[in-house]
């Protein structure tokens, strides 16, 4: 029995709202199809721990947070998977399943491997692209809450034309704090950096061009610093003890 | 194809029948006959449709809202029509996306037609012509789409216009 009381499935059956394909903390994620296009299906379950109407409010304001984000990413020029249904009675978000893609975080694994250098061309050019779409995003006050290379795609076959597709809004918010956007990126170089390796010039990249293309880019940065301190400062009271 | 039917994957008992009619002469009669129950029809501003998916989209949450009670309007005919706003304003859905009395093309939304009965039934009421669903598109306004659902260039660079309304239509309750 699944923790919300639904009956336990494997990553890889299927059931009637489709195929599993992962299991997270927060929800399932099952792949079908919607009018003949090919749909994920993010379905929220309910924590049986909270009170049903505290659980069913929360459920409710994340579910509409993660559509909420999607959209304004996308009218700022954002790629994002299209959004077909909401069902808000059980938390299902029926998207479009970007196939045929490749994660960021594959991509630059195998293009490391390839050329055999850490910072290739097509590399450089895809940190302007990422760093161009969190300035964007940034300046458009979405937090995306869980940047990480696995949630950035790359639609095959990949060239200098494609554009980064951002995915999984499940943590987004909206907000303007630079402290919040400080966080965001902060999240970012802690995972490119600890999935990558011999990669700081390739993030650095995405800084410089967060930089020049985010109109508030300058507070976020410093805000970037003081996180990364308070960070460091930690690590060491940590080892002290 | 004259009129296209689809069935639905969230609602496999549902259909859904779409029928293009051009050379219409009595918008304001079918708007009536609408009214009093004689049919039973959605008809919809063809120029505010880019694909048969936009309003397969609207039908979908249309079934979903009424089978758990949640309709916002009187009907589900109705429903569809508010379905497809970007905004929450009932007499605005059925001002911009339901036919105005001076139209002269219309499409309509027949819902659950398992017999063909209500397309026959619509179709002898309308003063005009059946023409092939694959004419939609020379209906299509883009222009006045980008204008109503407020879609800027920017948004266009990397997502079709069909997505970004569609996108919009889903997420309309959200905000």
């Keep these: 029995m699944e923790p919300d009381g639904a009956p336990t499935s494997s990553v890889g059956q299927t059931c009637d709202v489709g195929k599993l394909i992962k299991q997270g903390a927060e929800a399932r994620v099952y792949s079908t199809t919607f009018m003949g296009r090919p749909t994920i299906v993010k379905e929220r379950f309910k924590k049986k721990y909270r009170h049903p109407t505290l659980d069913k409010k929360l459920t409710h304001r994340r579910t509409t947070r993660e559509v909420t984000a999607i959209l304004r990413c996308r009218k700022s020029g954002i790629c994002t998977p299209t959004v077909y249904f909401v069902d808000y009675e059980s938390h299902r978000i029926y998207m479009e399943n970007i196939e045929n893609s490749t994660t960021v975080r594959d991509y630059i ?54 554009p980064v597709v951002l995915i999984d809004f499940g943590l987004s918010s909206v907000s303007g704090l630079h402290e919040d956007k400080g966080v965001d990126l902060y999240v970012l170089e802690r995972a490119f950096l600890s999935t990558h390796p011999n990669t700081e010039n390739i993030f650095e990249h995405i800084l410089v061009t967060y930089r020049k293309k985010s109109k508030k880019s300058s507070d976020v940065l410093k805000k970037l610093d003081e996180v990364r301190m308070r960070e460091i400062g930690r690590a060491s009271c940590r080892e002290r003890v | 194809m004259a009129s296209q039917s689809y069935e639905l994957e969230l609602f496999p008992n549902c259909k859904v029948t779409l029928a293009l009619f051009d050379g219409v002469e009595n918008c304001q009669d079918l708007k009536r006959c609408i009214m009093e129950g004689k049919v039973d029809a959605a008809l919809l501003n063809v120029s505010m449709i880019i694909e048969p998916f936009q309003v397969l989209v609207s039908a979908n949450k249309a079934f979903h809202v009424q089978q758990h009670g949640k309709m916002k309007t009187r009907n589900i005919n109705s429903e569809i029509l508010f379905n497809l706003s970007p905004t929450n304003n009932i007499s605005e859905s059925f001002k911009r996306f339901g036919v105005s009395n001076e139209d002269k093309s219309l499409l309509a939304v027949v819902l659950n037609d398992s017999n063909g009965e209500k397309l026959q039934r619509l179709t002898e009421q309308v003063e005009g012509t059946r023409i092939d669903m694959n004419q939609l598109k020379d209906f299509t306004d883009e222009a006045k789409i980008k204008k109503v659902y407020k879609i800027q260039d920017t948004e266009l660079t990397n997502s079709t216009l069909l997505d970004a309304v569609i996108c919009r239509m889903a997420t309309k309750d959200a905000s």
């Design chain 1, 109 to 162: 694994a195998s293009e490391q491997k390839e050329t055999q250098e850490t910072n290739p061309e097509t590399l450089v050019s895809l940190a302007q692209k990422i760093g161009t779409l969190l300035a964007t995003m940034h300046d458009n006050d979405v937090i995306h809450g869980d940047l990480t290379t696995s949630n950035m795609l790359l639609r095959q076959p990949v060239d200098s034309s494609s």
